[in-house]
């Protein structure tokens, strides 16, 4: 265990035992909250489910794919077709996405609702929500239920002194009362009629002479003694009639501008009428979505801050069904762009203890200052609450706070250190003696003696030494930059209790591959009908709902950083000592190298001429590997400007494919009984596979197939058109895959009636072979076997 920390990402052992990853079988929905998937390889890959408490809060960047990876998967692969479902969509196009898949056609019932005023979902019809509906005399939280709209209506302005702002919410919630239990109000229960009680004169001026109309004063004058509602409509309107002219001016200013979105047109649409039942969304299995252009989030917020009020507390006070099972009963509120509507001091508390009354909230934002701006000190509640999904991270604050949330792990420094020393030294030195000469006795002179010495030495010494030291320091699991470098398709997942998870996010068409062909508008045409046309009912019943029917397509896992490990330590030997050679053995050295070069040069020795080396023979490449050897053609014909297969595979029936010029543009059509799971095109050059699943209307399968599917087709069918990508891209086999079996493919090459088909600029076809590159001149020769001429440039 290391003394710095103990962070890593955890093992595929520790999701099983945690229940992220169960027995799962391809083609069927996993038990819980599809939150990710775990990816080893093509063959190694399951979906990762939430099966907690906990909400989910969703971090990723502007275009990181929150909704493609995340907000759509959880709703088309967790089973929640039984549980209820609000979904505050800014664009629109979660409901475009989900909304077939959960309405089932025919019904008598809708079970997808739309508050869409602007009519985003192009269907041309929206529900009803008018709030004042659960304000009734026999609740006995109305006032606490009338508190929360007010609180919901007044967006708080982040002002220190918020005294205008509760006083106006306490005001606000008087109206809402009143405009809930008056009698007199009586069929004008909505916020529509509030918007005129708010912007009404305070008291009519003593010049004007003519009829009298209603104003503020006289309203709140008439309650004096009135006790309706428990008498907290009467405290709040005497509370106002307390305040000097100035004050109240200010408050009434306040509900005038927090109310003005209540004037747009397209408004009154979904807030008069027969509103919702707001207790039986919380007991049944409905689907909610709340459709706001981008641009209106802001000015009409408020309306979203009160739906999502009106739900949540609905979903507080009734329970879901009991004879479902504990995994069916959750109720899931999914707000996107969370912070956008402000904020909610309700959500505060509520993401506390929704979960004890079995609701969810799952949560996007795109960074986390922009959470902490908008809810100040508590903005952690809601990291405390939930489990973290992360990608797509481009802020500094964001990468540092999840580099520490990931942990600090321990690992080895390996440190070496290499020292080398010299040592010289050189002395010389000279002696001299003599004696002198001496005159003898006899007076005659004697030499003297002489001697004379020199010495001279010199030295040198060399040391080298070595040391290697191994120690444990502290590195984050992952820093800020690895943090913000992590690849597209990979988030980091933060649970509670275990090491943090680094798994894949695919996006929803490499995992739903079959969803409904018809639009939201066609299916929700069907309810409450019984049509007679059993065609029109088998193209709505026959779709075959979306599973999790194929891996992942993902790019392989990434290598794993390359781990620096120290150079080898030198091996430091001392020098050998030079031996010197003997001169015995200095004279035969020599006499062998003489006898040598008189071999060499003497006519008859060796060539210089060196041997070529022997042919090197390539193996020639492997023949292409032919899978299509399944295909029964059974008949063929070719037509201007088309060429049609008709095709037999085993288990999926007639199956025709269809090359077709069309406005330009090349394409390949398939039919098929069943829905393929997927069509593409190779290029078997280096493998490259485009996938197209545009679908083509019924009246199309007559004018390219030649026949009618109502009569000749008895199940649903599917059309794909393919367009090839002209530029430098050569497809020459066809494959289709569906749900069952190995793909088939069909080598195009093999076919030589295979049409010519002209773009504006190139050929995609000629007989035999695929065009590999742009432009290629018509030939006259081709285009006569397909019985055509070149077009004129």
């Not at 003394?3 to 027995?23: C, D, K, Y």
């Not at 979904?87 to 997808?112: M, N, T, W, Y």
Request: with cysteine; net charge neutral; aromatic share 10%.
């Amino acid at each position: 265990m290391g003394v710095h920390g103990t962070a890593r990402f955890a093992f595929r052992q520790e999701l099983e035992a945690a229940e992220l990853l169960s027995p799962w079988q391809p083609g069927s929905v996993p038990e819980g909250l599809l939150v990710g998937w775990w990816y080893e390889n093509e063959y190694e890959f399951a979906p990762i489910t939430y099966k907690g408490d906990l909400h989910q809060l969703i971090v990723g960047g502007i275009g990181g794919g929150k909704f493609t990876t995340c907000i759509a998967p959880l709703l088309l692969g967790s089973g929640l077709e039984d549980q209820a479902v609000v979904v505050v969509d800014p664009k629109g196009e979660i409901a475009k996405l989900a909304g077939p898949f959960f309405q089932r056609p025919f019904e008598d019932e809708p079970s997808v609702h739309l508050l869409d005023p602007w009519d985003i979902c192009d269907t041309g019809q929206t529900a009803v929500l008018t709030f004042l509906d659960q304000l009734t005399a026999d609740n006995p939280n109305c006032t606490d239920d009338a508190r929360a709209m007010a609180d919901a209506m007044i967006i708080p302005s982040g002002a220190e002194d918020s005294h205008w702002e509760n006083t106006a919410r306490n005001f606000l919630t008087g109206l809402l009362l009143y405009l809930a239990l008056d009698p007199a109000e009586e069929g004008k229960r909505d916020l529509v009629r509030l918007r005129e009680l708010v912007t009404q004169p305070w008291a009519m001026p003593k010049a004007y002479v003519g009829k009298a109309k209603e104003n503020l004063s006289t309203l709140l004058y008439s309650y004096m003694e009135n006790d309706l509602g428990g008498g907290v409509i009467r405290r709040s309107f005497t509370s106002m009639l307390n305040r000097e002219d100035k004050e109240r001016s200010g408050i009434i200013s306040i509900l005038e501008r927090e109310t003005a979105w209540i004037d747009s047109p397209s408004m009154t649409r979904t807030l008069r009428g027969t509103s919702l039942d707001l207790g039986a969304a919380a007991r049944g299995g409905g689907k909610y979505f709340i459709v706001i252009p981008p641009d209106y989030v802001m000015t009409h917020r408020a309306w979203l801050r009160l739906c999502v009020t009106a739900f949540a507390r609905a979903f507080k006070r009734v329970k879901a069904s009991a004879d479902r099972p504990l995994h069916k009963r959750w109720r899931h509120i999914i707000i996107d762009e969370f912070p956008s509507l402000g904020q909610m001091r309700m959500l505060l508390t509520e993401v506390a203890i929704a979960r004890g009354y079995e609701v969810k909230y799952h949560l996007t934002v795109q960074d986390l200052p922009q959470l902490r701006a908008v809810y100040g000190e508590g903005w952690e509640s809601f990291i405390n609450n939930s489990f973290q999904r992360v990608f797509a991270v481009n802020v500094q604050f964001t990468a540092e706070y999840i580099s520490k949330m990931l942990g600090t792990a321990t690992v080895e420094s390996h440190g070496r250190s290499i020292g080398e020393s010299k040592s010289q030294g050189t002395s010389h030195g000279v002696s001299r003696g003599f004696n002198a000469r001496s005159i003898g006795g006899d007076g005659n002179p004697y030499p003297s003696n002489m001697t004379q010495g020199f010495s001279d030495s010199q030295s040198e010494t060399t040391s080298q030494n070595w040391s290697e030291s191994v120690s444990e320091v502290a590195r984050p699991l992952r820093t800020p930059d690895e943090v913000r470098r992590l690849p597209a398709s990979e988030q980091f997942m933060i649970f509670r209790a275990m090491h943090g998870v680094q798994s894949w996010r695919p996006p929803y068409w490499d995992v739903f591959p079959s969803l409904p062909e018809f639009s939201l508008k066609e299916v929700l045409g069907t309810v409450g009908r019984n049509p007679a046309n059993t065609w029109e009912r088998r193209r709505f019943e026959h779709w075959r709902p979306a599973r999790l029917l194929m891996a992942p397509k993902l790019l392989p896992p990434p290598a794993p950083e390359p781990v620096l490990l120290p150079p080898p330590a030198p091996v430091i030997e001392p020098p050998a000592p030079a031996a010197g050679l003997s001169l015995r053995t200095k004279f035969l050295l020599g006499a062998a190298a003489l006898v040598l070069l008189g071999w060499w040069l003497w006519p008859g020795g060796p060539s210089t001429e060196r041997p070529s080396p022997p042919p090197v023979t390539t193996a020639p490449p492997p023949a292409p590997v032919v899978k299509d050897a399944r295909f029964t053609v059974l008949d063929s014909f070719v037509s201007k400007l088309k060429v049609q297969r008709r095709v037999d595979l085993p288990g999926v029936g007639d199956v025709r494919v269809a090359l077709v010029q069309s406005d330009n543009q090349p394409m390949v059509l398939v039919y098929a009984p069943s829905a393929p799971r997927k069509i593409s095109v190779v290029d078997s050059r280096d493998g490259a596979e485009l996938a197209f699943s545009d679908q083509f209307s019924a009246s199309k399968v007559k004018a390219y197939f030649g026949f009618t599917p109502e009569k000749d087709a008895p199940q649903a069918f599917i059309i794909d058109s393919i367009t090839f990508a002209p530029w430098g891209y050569a497809p020459d086999r066809l494959r289709i895959a569906f749900p069952a079996g190995a793909p088939y493919e069909v080598d195009l090459r093999r076919y030589p009636e295979v049409l010519v088909l002209w773009s504006t600029s190139f050929p995609l076809f000629v007989p035999g072979k695929v065009v590999p590159r742009l432009p290629v001149p018509c030939d006259p020769a081709v285009m006569a076997k397909a019985g055509l001429k070149c077009p004129k440039r």
